[in-house]
């Protein structure tokens, strides 16, 4: 995990409000992926980017989700009117370079009131 | 993605090896065999993949057999740290830098 940087680590927001939450890839990986892990639940793919670009969003709710990855700064997702299911662990993961492993960060785990 | 499967749980000594099977019959010649672990509460750490050849690293070992229909990662000496969840992934590799799908993997529960 040592690379990837995430933030904030612990994050509570009430129904209604917008949760943003950030993604800091290893040095020299341009390729940042998004899951979700609700509680006692399996990791589900949500989106993956490059810079500036989405490449695959196949697993993003329709409906009050974004991300993006500008060319500069971190890869954000961000999280429209929350509501108490959107409750969960959110980890990023990047790639890059000449191998395709990807490294995870240590999460951020949303918690809607 | 083949897809895989894996015991949901399994117990092992400290200092003991620690056998991880996982079952991919329907494995595609251009899919590789990943392999990953989640520690309670953070992110998933990658361990080790592979193709058709064993493959060995400083965390485990992985032993893909001759058909390629299953594979084992074993972890030598195992230490109450290794306590985690443990995904088996079968991933093609012609995408590139393809998502990764994660069944409910193998609670490996280490004791002293």
């Known amino acids: 995990n040592a690379g990837v940087m995430q933030n904030p680590r612990h994050l509570v927001r009430r129904r209604g409000q917008e949760a943003r939450l950030r993604c800091s890839p290893m040095k020299g990986h341009s390729h940042v992926y998004w899951y979700r892990q609700l509680p006692e639940e399996g990791l589900k793919f949500m989106v993956y980017?490059?810079?500036?670009?989405?490449?695959?969003e196949s697993g993003m709710p329709k409906e009050r989700f974004s991300a993006e990855f500008p060319k500069e700064g971190p890869s954000i997702l961000r999280i429209q009117q929350v509501v108490r299911g959107d409750s969960a662990a959110y980890f990023c993961a990047t790639a890059g370079g000449d191998t395709y492993e990807q490294y995870f960060g240590p999460g951020t785990r949303l918690t809607v009131t | 993605d083949a897809k895989t499967t894996q015991p949901t749980s399994m117990d092992c000594a400290e200092g003991r090896a620690a056998n991880l099977p996982c079952n991919h019959s329907t494995i595609s010649g251009n899919e590789y065999v990943y392999w990953y672990r989640q520690i309670h509460s953070q992110g998933p750490q990658y361990i080790i993949h592979?193709?058709?050849n064993n493959e060995t690293n400083e965390m485990a070992s992985l032993i893909i057999t001759e058909d390629r229909k299953s594979s084992t990662l074993i972890l030598p000496h195992a230490t109450l740290r290794d306590t985690a969840v443990y995904y088996c992934i079968v991933r093609a590799m012609n995408s590139g830098y393809s998502t990764l799908t994660f069944g409910k993997g193998t609670m490996l529960l280490v004791s002293p």
């Open positions: 980017l490059q810079k500036e670009n989405i490449i695959d």
């Open positions: 592979g193709l058709k």
